[in-house]
């Protein structure tokens, strides 16, 4: 099989450019990769390198724990394709090498893969999508959180990291933008010890302090591993003005996570997962705002002096069965997420600036089961076929205080009512099955297709048959081609829909702008993509991929109330189109990537939702194609790292020009850049283990730049970009 490098071009603040997006053939590294041209980082292995070749029981002479995980993490890994795929694979080595290392959040290392677009609160969209990313832990979906500040997954429990974009294969549904699966480190591998682990710490600017501890080992059958980390910052949120210093913007975040395996023979495992994330936020303040309401008692209010706070959770816990029966590979997962948001308001600055303050509350338990089946047929065919089940139990309660007014929205009344509007629980049931061949025609075609069927029983009942084509064929030595169809189905995400009694809030200073309250409607879309990549020389790969994305009742999301807590709407028709570029240098100790994104995103009627709009926007709305909030022309990234005598020196930089603004998003912001410089140090066998040191300077040129001004379609607040600061990070293993 000739080999193919994917190139990586993922990074966080600063992301070691090991290698960019485009597939190349082997140029000394040592990677090994299917013929998708699927690869990972140079010195670690990828996912799909033997994804061909049904796992094969060990000699019962030499079968010890190491073999037998590596052999049922090879069947697991066998369960999923990425056939006409976009696919990006970082593993623990590359993330050890950003500025932060492990310290990096989870949004900022997918930041720079071309085609994914930074947003406020840590918010990603990728190729025009608002969020409607999937995560999976070691191949089990984990639903998602309720949007806020914080990241729920750590990036310290990485291992391996896969994202995949583009037109997926019928084992991906829901959350199709892009497909985030996560192999954890575990307690068992070829460079595990009987225990060990490490102990860090990240600080600087912005009283920044993050401190963290993993341990992992194993014991005969028994394997573990389990990682804690805390951040404390005077930057939770990002700040509604220019100045250095935010006001009121301090955050607490707490992450873990445990991963513990026993080996039940040589074909099978048992396991369970488990996280759990509490960050608490204050919301930031914007001084100088002129108050809009009267209140009985109050004669004067500062904006800088407001105290509004939000506090998110999430805890989740899986257990699994996993293994190999006969020449099939399986997996059956069950598992629980509880997930919460709670905004406390400030009751007095709220109601003098707002009219209104509001405390709620959203939560959301689901239950899921999961299960995923590949068995080869003959030399050629790999059959893969699974389900996927969720019941979920959203809550939504609001409480707030508001003025009465008169039918033009005239303050009444100095003295505030009480209205409760909480919403009646539902149960929200999706049900999925799936069915796909991964057909390899000869040693340069390979072919998946497949369909997947789903349903949807929560707010509205919906559903629909999907299917899904796609294929890479090697068309020489230094090219590589690949071309997929998707047709997608993506219901909205429950925890985020708060039914609201519209009639309530009639009379009152909160009076919605318009009657219209229809149910939000499931995304139904056709996705057609197509790439190629060529290897020029020994050293350089270039890589051109485009897409167009046709859907009805598009999805997206905005911040309409007082909470920072997104409520998605549809519009009627939509359409999404882009251009992606990347290039890779790799030579000696020299690394250096570029990728260039071209994207336009745009909808047209606002379908569902329609009380949070002013009735000439969707007026204007109904009969014009407007631009997406988070719709952004132009995205770049790039860099250059050196490793010199074992001393790594990199610069980095982030380019857009600009998300959009105004009324019916008719205008953007101004373009913006920012440069990062990072070096790095480790010093062998100091004290129990490894030392590492890390110096960090991000925004180096102290550019003030804003990605929000509070305008446009659901944007609630403006948001300016991290100022120059400097990080120190020292981390030692034993």
Same mark, same amino acid.
Request: charged fraction near 20%.
């Given at each position: 099989?000739?080999?193919?490098?994917?190139?990586?071009?993922?990074?966080?603040?600063?992301?070691?450019?090991?290698?960019?997006?485009?597939?190349?053939?082997?140029?000394?590294?040592?990677?090994?990769?299917?013929?998708?041209?699927?690869?990972?980082?140079?010195?670690?292995?990828?996912? !799909?390198?033997?994804?061909?070749?049904?796992?094969?029981?060990?000699?019962?002479?030499?079968?010890?724990?190491?073999?037998?995980?590596?052999?049922?993490?090879?069947?697991?890994?066998?369960?999923?394709?990425? /056939?006409?795929?976009?696919?990006?694979?970082?593993?623990?080595?590359?993330?050890?090498?950003?500025?932060?290392?492990?310290?990096?959040?989870?949004?900022?290392?997918?930041?720079?893969?071309?085609?994914?677009?930074?947003?406020?609160?840590?918010?990603?969209?990728?190729?025009?999508?608002?969020?409607?990313?999937?995560?999976?832990?070691?191949?089990?979906?984990?639903?998602?959180?309720?949007?806020?500040?914080?990241?729920?997954? *750590?990036?310290?429990?990485?291992?391996?990291?896969?994202?995949?974009?583009?037109?997926?294969?019928?084992?991906?549904?829901?959350?199709?933008?892009?497909?985030?699966?996560?192999?954890?480190?575990?307690?068992?591998?070829?460079?595990?010890?009987?225990?060990?682990?490490?102990?860090?710490?990240?600080?600087?600017?912005?009283?920044?302090?993050?401190? $963290?501890?993993?341990?992992?080992?194993?014991?005969?059958?028994?394997?573990?591993?389990?990682?804690?980390?805390?951040?404390?910052? *005077?930057?939770?949120?990002?700040?509604?003005?220019?100045?250095?210093?935010?006001?009121?913007?301090?955050?607490?975040?707490?992450?873990?996570?445990?991963?513990?395996?026993?080996?039940?023979? *040589?074909?099978?495992?048992?396991?369970?997962?488990? +996280? /759990?994330?509490?960050? =608490?936020?204050?919301?930031?303040?914007?001084?100088?705002?002129?108050?809009?309401?009267?209140?009985?008692?109050?004669?004067?209010?500062?904006?800088?002096?407001?105290?509004?706070?939000?506090?998110?959770?999430?805890?989740?816990?899986?257990? %699994?069965?996993?293994?190999?029966?006969?020449?099939?590979?399986?997996?059956?997962?069950?598992?629980?997420?509880?997930?919460?948001?709670?905004?406390?308001?400030?009751?007095? +600055?709220?109601?003098?600036?707002?009219?209104?303050?509001?405390?709620?509350?959203?939560?959301?338990?689901?239950?899921?089961?999961?299960?995923?089946?590949?068995?080869?047929?003959?030399?050629?065919?790999?059959? =893969?076929? +699974?389900?996927?089940?969720?019941?979920?139990?959203?809550?939504?309660?609001?409480? #707030?205080?508001?003025?009465?007014?008169?039918?033009?929205?005239?303050?009444?009344?100095?003295?505030?009512?009480?209205?409760?509007?909480?919403?009646?629980?539902?149960?929200?049931?999706?049900?999925?099955?799936?069915?796909?061949?991964?057909?390899?025609?000869?040693?340069?075609?390979?072919?998946?297709?497949?369909?997947?069927?789903?349903?949807?029983?929560?707010?509205?009942?919906?559903?629909?048959?999907?299917?899904?084509?796609?294929?890479?064929?090697?068309?020489?030595?230094?090219?590589?081609?690949?071309?997929?169809?998707?047709?997608?189905?993506?219901?909205?995400?429950?925890?985020?829909?708060?039914?609201?009694?519209?009639?309530?809030?009639?009379?009152?200073? !909160?009076?919605?702008?318009?009657?219209? !309250?229809?149910?939000?409607?499931?995304? =139904? $879309?056709?996705?057609?993509?197509?790439?190629? %990549?060529?290897?020029?020389?020994?050293?350089?790969?270039?890589?051109?991929?485009?897409?167009?994305?046709?859907?009805?009742?598009?999805?997206?999301?905005?911040?309409?109330?007082?909470?920072?807590?997104?409520?998605?709407?549809?519009?009627?028709?939509?359409?999404?189109?882009?251009?992606?570029?990347?290039?890779?240098?790799?030579?000696?100790?020299?690394?250096?990537?570029?990728?260039? #994104?071209?994207?336009?995103?745009?909808?047209?009627?606002?379908?569902?939702?329609?009380?949070?709009?002013?009735?000439?926007?969707?007026?204007?709305?109904?009969?014009?194609?407007?631009?997406?909030?988070?719709?952004? =022309?132009?995205?770049?990234?790039?860099?250059?790292?050196?490793?010199?005598?074992?001393?790594?020196?990199?610069?980095?930089?982030?380019?857009?020009?600009?998300?959009?603004?105004?009324?019916?998003?008719?205008?953007?912001?101004?373009?913006?850049?920012?440069?990062?410089?990072? /070096?790095?140090?480790?010093?062998?066998?100091?004290?129990?283990?490894?030392?590492?040191? $890390?110096?960090?300077?991000?925004?180096?040129?102290?550019?003030?730049?804003?990605?929000?001004?509070?305008?446009?379609?659901?944007?609630?607040?403006?948001?300016?970009?991290?100022?120059?600061?400097?990080?120190?990070?020292?981390?030692?293993?034993?």
């Amino acid at each position: 099989m000739k080999k193919t490098v994917l190139a990586l071009c993922v990074s966080a603040i600063l992301l070691p450019p090991a290698l960019s997006r485009a597939a190349e053939p082997d140029a000394g590294v040592n990677v090994e990769a299917s013929p998708d041209g699927a690869a990972s980082a140079p010195g670690s292995e990828s996912r !799909n390198a033997k994804k061909k070749s049904p796992a094969q029981p060990a000699d019962e002479a030499t079968l010890g724990t190491v073999s037998v995980v590596g052999k049922l993490d090879e069947a697991r890994n066998q369960l999923s394709p990425d /056939v006409g795929s976009s696919e990006y694979i970082i593993d623990k080595k590359a993330i050890d090498q950003l500025p932060l290392g492990d310290a990096t959040p989870l949004n900022q290392v997918l930041l720079q893969a071309p085609g994914v677009v930074q947003d406020s609160y840590g918010q990603l969209h990728v190729r025009g999508d608002h969020a409607d990313l999937q995560y999976r832990l070691n191949g089990v979906i984990i639903p998602e959180s309720i949007s806020g500040f914080g990241q729920t997954i *750590d990036t310290r429990v990485i291992d391996t990291l896969s994202f995949l974009t583009g037109a997926l294969p019928a084992q991906y549904g829901y959350r199709t933008a892009g497909v985030v699966d996560i192999t954890t480190k575990s307690g068992t591998g070829k460079d595990s010890d009987n225990f060990g682990g490490e102990v860090g710490v990240t600080g600087g600017s912005f009283g920044t302090l993050n401190p $963290s501890a993993e341990i992992h080992g194993n014991d005969g059958p028994w394997s573990y591993f389990l990682t804690a980390s805390y951040l404390e910052s *005077d930057i939770g949120i990002e700040n509604p003005t220019s100045s250095r210093d935010a006001i009121h913007d301090h955050t607490n975040q707490l992450k873990s996570l445990g991963y513990l395996s026993y080996l039940l023979g *040589d074909s099978t495992r048992l396991s369970f997962m488990f +996280g /759990v994330t509490n960050n =608490r936020f204050q919301i930031p303040n914007n001084p100088g705002q002129e108050p809009v309401y009267q209140l009985d008692g109050v004669t004067d209010f500062d904006s800088r002096d407001l105290d509004e706070r939000q506090k998110e959770q999430t805890r989740f816990g899986v257990f %699994s069965l996993q293994g190999i029966l006969g020449d099939t590979n399986y997996q059956l997962s069950v598992g629980q997420r509880y997930t919460s948001v709670d905004y406390q308001p400030d009751p007095i +600055g709220d109601l003098v600036f707002n009219g209104v303050a509001g405390t709620i509350g959203r939560s959301n338990r689901a239950n899921t089961l999961q299960a995923d089946f590949a068995t080869p047929f003959g030399d050629s065919h790999t059959v =893969r076929y +699974g389900l996927y089940v969720s019941s979920e139990h959203p809550t939504a309660n609001n409480t #707030s205080l508001v003025f009465p007014a008169d039918a033009d929205g005239n303050q009444t009344s100095t003295i505030p009512i009480t209205i409760v509007d909480n919403a009646a629980h539902i149960d929200a049931r999706t049900y999925g099955l799936y069915l796909q061949d991964e057909w390899q025609l000869s040693d340069k075609l390979t072919m998946n297709y497949g369909v997947r069927a789903d349903k949807v029983d929560a707010y509205v009942n919906e559903g629909q048959i999907s299917p899904r084509l796609g294929a890479v064929y090697q068309l020489s030595d230094t090219t590589t081609v690949h071309a997929g169809y998707a047709r997608y189905f993506t219901p909205p995400p429950a925890e985020l829909i708060a039914p609201t009694d519209i009639a309530l809030f009639q009379g009152t200073t !909160n009076a919605l702008p318009t009657n219209v !309250n229809a149910e939000t409607l499931s995304e =139904r $879309s056709h996705y057609f993509d197509a790439g190629v %990549s060529q290897k020029i020389g020994s050293d350089l790969t270039l890589g051109l991929d485009a897409y167009y994305r046709k859907v009805t009742n598009l999805l997206d999301e905005g911040q309409f109330g007082s909470a920072l807590i997104f409520s998605p709407f549809n519009y009627a028709h939509g359409k999404v189109r882009g251009v992606e570029l990347t290039a890779n240098y790799e030579h000696d100790g020299l690394s250096a990537y570029f990728n260039l #994104s071209s994207s336009r995103a745009e909808g047209k009627d606002v379908v569902t939702g329609q009380y949070n709009f002013e009735q000439d926007e969707l007026d204007y709305i109904a009969t014009h194609w407007v631009h997406l909030d988070h719709d952004q =022309r132009l995205a770049s990234s790039g860099g250059v790292s050196y490793d010199w005598n074992g001393t790594r020196f990199g610069a980095d930089y982030l380019y857009g020009s600009g998300l959009r603004a105004d009324f019916a998003n008719s205008a953007h912001l101004p373009q913006y850049y920012q440069i990062n410089l990072s /070096v790095d140090h480790t010093f062998k066998n100091v004290g129990f283990g490894d030392l590492d040191v $890390s110096l960090a300077a991000i925004n180096v040129t102290d550019r003030v730049y804003e990605l929000r001004d509070g305008s446009g379609i659901g944007v609630g607040a403006p948001q300016f970009g991290p100022r120059r600061g400097l990080y120190v990070g020292i981390r030692q293993t034993f």
